[in-house]
């Protein structure tokens, strides 16, 4: 009965509100009836600016109206409306607000995400600050009459009073904001689009964003039947009661494991703490290029274009999202379905979220190195949460309705800004895209000068087969394996085994095998090193805990110390435990003194290992860009020299001449003009990425050839974007020129209409076509510096 009772106050009320510009304060008022009268005393009471109207402004107030009760006059609801004032109920108003306080409580939780309570504070201390003579509590009405108010806005702007349908006609969806820039048949794509080249549909892409946030958690509060919502489904919330009840229907389906690494969002969807909550949270899905929220595309977590022919879809798990994806898929209602077979679909992961997987998922969904992504990153959504997050605190102890509509609102108002500043936006994109796309080509060629002809031409192959056919091998993955310090224990281990098979045992301890005397050398010595970093960061104001920590590290280091010497003695009891020496073979041979020839092979041995896995740990954490953190400290500041020390010294002994051309000296330099992030990383490859981990010249090809592979996608995904932009700009200026000329063919007299709303509803139309009309003018002037910048600039492709 409740929503039954809205929906007939939206429908009587809806074509009143005209949106009108005039300044009439912010107040809130509550009044008595207190005569009959004329229609013009109430008219001049309302819109004269003067000392008699102000002493109503800001603040919440008790006034006498007068309202006109003559056989033609209107009921006091629409009086009211008609003077801009918004009541309270349908029937009997007696409390009301002004549309301009309405309109400015609306901009005040958009830009400060404040709650409705703390607002009508605000109003009730511009009344009264002293507390003598408090207003009366209209907390309540304020909250249904900006709720009305909002909903009422967005009908009216999505064109609902020009439609013979009219309110209840609404469809999922058409409250929303649409995005201009994004592909919409029939709106802003060219003629003759569908039947494009295969090399340029990608121009026609969908990129779509899948994300969860699990701080819009919602509390158990109310219920739909008490608190329905105003307009489910018509805007971003998906139409909830058929949405619950599909997932009721599949509630004893289980999650998947993941079978890749670091995705406790997976493994752990069952086991979140739901007490108290009846939403988790809320999963959305944006356009992934311009961070819009879809229409019907957002839903409540009760748990962790059909026509387009090409989309490209990223999740932060896709690799476990999309597995079955057809099969879950074809257990829903047909409605829900959506072919495969005729639409060309890409799963990818975000760029942020791409180094927490395994190896194989880093190169089969990564948006840089997949054709006709341009510079995509797939993270919109995540920077969309941050602007939407503050308002959990007042959503979370909403009822479900007024949670849904607030939450919509404010997804309009992120949508329509992003509207407003597409000019500017898709400008500073091409400026900042053309230079990237010059350099890296040119970087490009530079590097393919390098490389034999021959293998050019393979590579090139490959790389085009796997871009046709995803089944292919991948040119981005290495079939080399680099050596570890793992893989030469075992190696060592074996080489003694077969000692001791014929009877030759070079063992110093009865219990303890040369290689494992030495390897456990090594890992004392880089314990040592990572406790004097770490002691030497410890400030005076660590606390207890961390104190602690350290001291157990130390203490612990010290027992296997003892162990590793039988006995430390009294003179080593004073001595730094990070100081004590080891003494191995290339500290020995430091003094010079002589060491076994064993025991120093063996520690070569696993030196050139160390040195290979600590370069190969190198080369992941300059490409996963996490700017050596941690590992800069740990091993380039630290274990990287004495490796190469111990080298040094090794090599005199043993007489290796070759070890330097495989590890030069790494300067900071070097490491650090490898940390840029791998879209914007220019070739320049220094002989960090040309050694091959002993491996020999075949591995040396393959790190070459994937270098090769990552230098061709960035030069050709900063073309794209260059590229696609451009046919950005164009689509932004065909939409808006199609909502302009939807708004004039609105224009014209609606026969359900009467003259007085028919004038009401032409003008508003007028208004809006100019409003868009004058956005695409802006973004045109704008952009009219585009063709200069294009032509102006190095006309140059990938190859």
Partial sequence: MAYQTVRMNLQFIAEIVKGSNSIVGLALCHF??????????????FTHSTSQFWTYVNGIHNVSLFFCNCATAKTRTIQILCSRWYPATKTDPQTATTFRLLDNFQMYTFESKGSAFEYWQTLSRLSDNMGTKPPKDRYEALLGMSRQYRHLLALKRAGRAHNVRGVLG????????????????????????????????????????????????????????????????????VEESSFKGLLAEHAGQTQEKSSCASHNAVNLADSKNVHGLAATGIGAV??????????????????????????????????????????????????LHFSPGSKTIT?????????????????????????????????????????????????????????????????????????CNFGPFLLQKLKEAIPQRNQHVLDLGDFEEAIPTESLASWHQMVEEWEADRSKPNPFESAAVPVTQASVHLELSQAEADQLKCGLDVS??????????????????????????????????????????????????????????????????????????????????????HCDTNLTQIEWQLRVAQA????????????????????????????????????????????????????????????????????????????????????????????????WCKARARASQWSEEVELLQEEMRRV?????WQTDWWKDHATPRTWLDEMENKGASAYAHQQAGIHQAMRARCISIWSVVPGLVAFSLVISPT
């Fill in 170 to 237: 609404t469809k999922p969806g058409e409250l929303a904001v649409p995005c201009p820039a994004c592909p919409q048949p029939g709106r802003n794509l060219p003629p003759g689009w569908e039947s494009a080249p295969p090399n340029d549909r990608w121009l026609f892409a969908l990129f779509l964003g899948i994300d969860a946030n699990f701080r819009m958690c919602h509390c158990n509060k109310s219920s739909e039947e008490a608190d329905p919502s105003l307009s489910t489904g018509w805007a971003y919330f």
């Fill in 286 to 335: 944006v356009c992934a290029r311009h961070n819009f929220k879809r229409p019907s595309a957002v839903g409540d977590l009760q748990k962790g274009e059909n026509d387009l022919a090409v989309f490209n879809i990223s999740y932060n798990i896709v690799c476990q999202w999309s597995k079955h994806l057809w099969t879950c898929m074809s257990r829903y209602p047909s409605t």
């Fill in 508 to 593: 110093l301890h009865a219990e303890v095998s040369p290689s494992v005397l030495i390897a456990a050398g090594t890992d004392l010595e880089a314990q040592q090193r990572r406790l004097a970093s770490d002691k030497a960061v410890v400030g005076m104001h660590s606390t207890d805990i961390q104190l602690s920590a350290l001291q157990q590290r130390t203490n612990t280091l010290r027992h296997r110390l003892d162990h590793w010497t039988d006995n430390l003695g009294p003179e080593s009891e004073e001595e730094a435990v990070h100081n004590i020496k080891l003494w191995l073979p290339s500290a020995v041979l430091r003094l010079p003194m």
């Fill in 612 to 707: 290979h896995e600590a370069l190969h740990e190198l080369h992941q954490n300059l490409r996963l860009k996490c700017h050596l953190m941690g590992f800069k400290r740990d091993w380039i500041m630290g274990q990287h020299a004495h490796t190469r020390s111990a080298l040094e010294v090794l090599a005199e002994a043993l007489l290796e001449v070759e070890w330097m051309n495989q590890f030069p000296k790494l300067e900071k330099e070097q490491a650090a003009s490898e940390s840029q992030t791998e879209g914007r990383r220019l070739v320049a490859i220094s002989w960090i990425w040309k050694q091959y981990h002993g491996a020999g010249q075949e591995e040396l090809s393959d790190v070459m050839r994937i270098e």
């Fill in 32 to 45: 008595t009836v207190q005569c009959h009268c004329t229609m013009l005393s109430a008219t001049i009471l």
């Fill in 733 to 737: 200026s065909a939409f808006l020129e």
């Fill in 347 to 419: 799963f990818l992961i975000p760029k942020f979220h791409l180094p927490a997987h395994i190896p194989a998922c880093q190169t089969t969904f990564s948006f840089n190195l997949i054709k006709g992504m341009a510079r995509t990153d797939g993270e919109a959504l995540e920077r969309a949460w941050s602007n939407i997050n503050p308002v959990a605190t007042s959503t979370c102890e909403m009822g479900p309705g007024s949670r849904w509509d607030t939450l919509d609102d404010h997804f309009s108002d992120w949508n329509w800004r992003k509207v």
